[in-house]
RNA sequence: GCCGGGAUGGCGGAACUGGCAGACGCACCAGACUCAAAAUCUGGCGAAGUUCACUCUUCGUGCGGGUUCGACCCCCGCUCCCGGCACCA
């Protein structure tokens, strides 16, 4: 039979047409097969897929296909998150509606999936944006408030002014806005929609630890470091008396280091911290004012400590004494109370303070084995744990036993007591947009803040709006329509919320939808869920490592709470692939160095894009984008394809596979065999280990190699196993071709359903091994032995060798290191 | 500054548990096929030295030490690159 050219257009249009419409990827609502959820993180519809997602999505779908083979029932979902701003600019620019766009953008990106073949169960398929999955956001957005963690506060947001316009904080650049790079960016304070994720800050936390060794350790020590929480106390100052604030007005500061508080010898105050205004003339509020832009605008690595007395004086309430209150630029408002007490023999950044200021420098803790610093000849903060020197009563005591009294009578004199802090703030989820879920409550004059009544949900997002002339408010509050409602309570005249929800409330939970995509009653039914839960691998990329992923372990817990769940994690495994670069940079329209999946696709075909993308770096490394290497990819499969094509007749001949008798082989027949099993057994160790799939595919590259060098004496005794094992194992990687081939052997069935091959030992089982000699560490010869040789035959193997023998003739051998099928190693000496 | 990750041929990368460094691919060189080219196939390809030649020797995994019969791998001390966090009291 004569061989094919392989031609990928051809192949993969033909499968294409032939599946379309067709469920190919259905996960089983009911089986005994154990299940598998593997997700990949749903792509915002900006337009188009790049080589980021491709790569995403192969990952996935090679695991995805790999685990149908394996037996599971497998759920592999896609969808798209659907709202944004990006939607809005458009809409603006290109006088487009949002929905409008949206769809076209999804209509496309799902034509590209689809070219890819990627095995989604598309009758799952969710976009955010429909009034059939907002509506459930809606729906928690309620329970939340009924239980009071949706709550309504003042919050300083960023403010546009040329824009006329807030921003969220990621579109504010070094101080300025985005848009408008030179235009610093305002702080308004705004009536705003929070989460308390904050009440969940412990379990946050401490349910890290149950995701050791599945999530990698960098994105753990990540949220670790966002939730920032802190031991200390909290210390009321009280005001010094003449300075006649009455009702014993007092600074609350928060420390982790009470043991040093005979040390603090000034109290700062952050320039945002409410006292400033009180205690502070009117030109030192102005450069309190001018230090709190510059902290907005500037790195805080460039900030110069700076700071002014305020003539002020609190009480330290452990000595007695009285501490001069200052301002000082470099304490944060945002982080415990706004507060501090400086203790500048033992803090670094208060050391640097005082010093500059003049003020003095007071060492209470030294060294457990050394001596109290003196103060004249301090160079740095000493701010190592020791022995609590100077403390009054607790003199004496280590500083862990001093912190622990001192807290215990701070609580028992009830000017402070032992306190948390956390870095993590509660989710501020308002936004002054049109393209986002609204927030379903009504403003009523006479009863207040009012929710929109269960039945009443979804409230829709009107189509009719004009973003173009909105200017400083919620689009949504110029749509009177919209905006004129009954108040639920006692049906007057109000005004619905206008502000719309941030759009990682809809990336949240999507995937507890996806398990039940249809349902018109429920977010979705506790039954079905508890079954596909919790998602068995989750692949994305890092930058997600904060936000997106702290915000669905909240949202989990948070239905925890609502009795929707009985789970407390929703990932069980998480793999962050690498980033895809090309000509040293990520690839990006500004450096102009993007790669359109597209184009691969038409010159190369969908397989031979995912083959490299897989093939060119272990997914979770950077992945270097080199079209010649795409080339090298492009022949490979071409390879296989015209190999398996001429070899049809004997690889037909067999139906099924079976294990020939080994004695009864050839030698090519035999050989190959043994390959081939070597490559099961790496290509599926790959899969159920480290997923370096750059390595399973050099190894069928490797088995093809040798295939081919013993191509004439190749019988059906080899080529029906070796033929169909290298169809289905190429089916995770490149689902057309394989499918090609293995309808081409005359198989059945769709190849990325049919059992994985299995390796057999007897088959891979080597007779001979060529085992390295080694003189003194150093490779001098090489024996072949039978497979098994014991270490007495082997070492006499060794010395026996012609080489081994001019090396070590007139040596006085030392010592013989025998490793039975691995290695000798012959020691001596003179 | 703190916390991660990394450094291996001309390039991407391999060596999984301390046991033949450079698998596989790219690029390049040579040959076969061809009038020619493309495609395809075959061979070579870390560096230096050596041999007519098969070959052989020495060096070689960012740098300096150490452990070991044996180190890309383990330990100690550095350098550089990438990412994240960063006045969090």
Redesign the pocket.
Known sequence: MSEKTYDPQEIESRWQARWAGEALYQAEQSTEKPKFYVLEMLPYPSGTLHMGHVRNYSIGDALARYKWMRGFNVLHPMGWDAFGLPAENAAIKNNRHPNEWTRANIAHMKKQHQRFNFSYDWSREVATCDPEYYRWNQWFFLRMFERGLAYRKKALLNWCPRCNTTLANEQVIGGNCWRHEDQPVEQRELDQWFLRITDYADDLLNDIAHLEGGWP??VL??QR??I?R?E?TEVDFALAAHDGAAGGGKIR?????VDTIYGATCVIL?PGHALVNELASPEQQAIARRMNED?KRK???D???EGFFTGHYAINPYSGERTPIWVG????????T?A??A?PAH?Q?DF?FCRKYGIPVKPVVRPADGELAVEATMKDAFEDYGVAAVAGEFSGLPTEEAKRQMNAKAEREGFGKAAI?F?IKDWGISRQRYWGTPIPMIHCAGCGVVPVPEAELPVVLPHDINLADVKGSSPLSHVPEFVNAACPKCGGPARRETDTMDTFIDSSWYFYRYCDAHNPNEPFSGDIVRYWFPIDQYIGG?EH??LHLIYSRFWTKMMRSLGLIDWDEPVTNLFTQGMVIKDGAKMSKSKGNVVDPDEIVGRYGADTCRMFSL????PE????W?E??V???Y??L??VY?FVTRNLEKARSVPNIRVPEVAALGEADRQVLRKLHLTIR?VT??FE??W?F??S??AI??LM?EA??REAELTEASLPDLCGAVAMMLAPFAPYLSQELWTELGRDGLVFKQTWPVFDEALAREDD??I?V?V?????S?VTVPLGTSKEALENAAMEDA?VRE?VGGKTVV?V?V?PD??V?I?IKG
């Open positions: 350790e960098r020590t990540m470091n966002w920032g802190s200390g500061v928060f420390t982790t280091r952050s902290a790195d805080p690595g900030l110069e400590k630029n470099f304490v944060l408002m945002g982080y415990g706004g501090i007490m203790v803090d950044r640097e802090t870095r890092i490592a904060i093939f060119a770096a272990p490394r950077e992945l270097d080199q010649s290497g080339e090298g990819q022949r490979f071409g390879r015209r790496k160790d790959d280990t480290r370096h750059n390595t595919i050099a590259m490797e190699n081919q060098g091994v060529e390295p080694q003194n560490g150093k490779l001098r090489r080489k090396w010592k290191v490793v691995k290695l190693n020691v």
